[in-house]
């Protein structure tokens, strides 16, 4: 298992964020002060950006800090890259109401 570096600052997050980057097919653990999680990540994940800690299905919110960032588009398989190609923002948009 690698010792790759992550954020995961809230347990109602579905999403931690790559302190470094990850290659595909490494193991890491993702720690919170009150949980670990084990997993794959799937896809190379660079620097900065977010990867699911869970399964997440398609319509459900996007959960990151504590915060809803925005939607998923698809299914999303925990060690998945999530980023804009399989999430879609709510805030700031004028055609659809957040609710």
Known sequence: MGDY??????????VAVALSEIPAQTSVTVVNKDLEI???ILESISFGHKFAVRDIKKNEDIIKYGEVIGAAVSDIKAGSHVHVHNLEGKRG???KLVQ
């Open 38 to 40: 084990q997993l794959k």
């Open 5 to 14: 570096k992550t954020l995961y600052l809230n347990l109602a997050d579905n």
């Open 93 to 95: 948009r004028g055609d």
